[in-house]
């Protein structure tokens, strides 16, 4: 097999292996690193799409590109950058090569109205409810609460991506945390954005002021170069979703499946 194709936040990605098939040395790496991609992304495989958003060739370079960062310390460049089409060497790891999907999502979110997230999220009533803040504020835990009654689709991180007139949830192939999420292509309308505020009391409060959002929103987003490409795609969302709310959180499952029931119904 010497093209494998992906569909993440519905881009087409191809994976094409240009190496070789005459070494065995390079076919038995191939196999393995082809087996533990399979495995790890394998609810974002399809069949050859009539359109490819973008393209990633994996080959045997005749050396490894070295870079120096700031402090001194040297690494290797894990990719070679052209317009709609990456270059990567077989020889690196499986969470390197995560690195490299994680730009091309972002490469292509940038032109499509998009951006990834920090964010737990729920499957509820078909529509997904993200949960954000910092790291230690209860997101995760929201999420295990809500487990036994709604299909929790993200662990740490979530894509938001505008199509159409409205705004779309997908899961990350990536696991994070928690291996059992599921994480899969499907696509959900964004149900609300909520941040976690740690307290002992119970309640829901729905913003009404969207300016003060923006921070918030910005300040959770993952990005792998500059931040500034993807400003307006927030700005835009913040300006004109809805849905924004702060959750004064105490761990209770059943007042929190119940909050959520409530909310769900007026959305």
């Known amino acids: ?17 240009k190496i070789d098939m005459k070494e065995d040395t390079y076919l038995f790496i191939k196999k393995n690193f082809e087996d533990d991609m399979v495995f790890s992304l394998r609810n ?3 069949e050859k799409p009539n359109k490819i958003d973008f393209t990633v060739d994996i080959i045997i370079p005749d050396s490894i590109e070295t870079k120096v960062d700031e402090s001194g310390s040297m690494y290797a460049k894990l990719f070679s950058a052209h317009k ?24 292509l979110l940038a032109k499509h109205n998009g951006f990834v997230m920090h964010s737990s999220a729920a499957a509820i009533g078909g529509k997904a409810y993200l949960f954000l803040g910092e790291s230690g ?17 993200g662990d740490d991180s979530g894509i938001i991506r505008k199509k159409g007139r409205k705004y779309y949830f997908y899961s990350t192939p990536f696991i994070e945390k ?5 994480r899969e292509r499907d696509r959900f309308p964004v149900g ?22 923006l921070d918030k929103v910005v300040n959770q987003l993952i ?3 500059s931040v500034d490409s993807f400003v307006p795609h927030v ?3 913040v300006s004109k979703f809805d849905d924004f709310y702060f959750l004064h959180f105490a761990k209770d499952e059943n007042k929190l499946v119940e909050l959520f029931k409530k909310i769900n119904e007026k959305n």
């Open 84 to 107: 709609n089409h990456y270059t990567v060497p077989l020889q690196i790891s499986q969470s390197q090569f995560r690195m490299v999907l994680l730009n091309v999502i972002h490469k």
């Open 235 to 237: 700005f835009e969302f």
């Open 137 to 153: 504020a209860g997101k995760s835990t929201t999420a295990r609460l809500l487990s036994r009654n709604y299909p929790i689709v």
């Open 223 to 225: 990005v792998t170069d």
């Open 1 to 17: 097999m010497n093209e494998l194709y992906l569909e993440i936040a519905e881009f087409r990605i191809a994976i094409r292996f």
């Open 178 to 182: 928690v291996p059992w999420i599921r």
């Open 192 to 213: 609300g954005l909520v941040f976690h505020k740690k307290d002992n009391s119970f309640r829901l409060e729905k913003v009404t002021n969207n300016k003060s959002i």
């Open 44 to 46: 974002f495989f399809i």
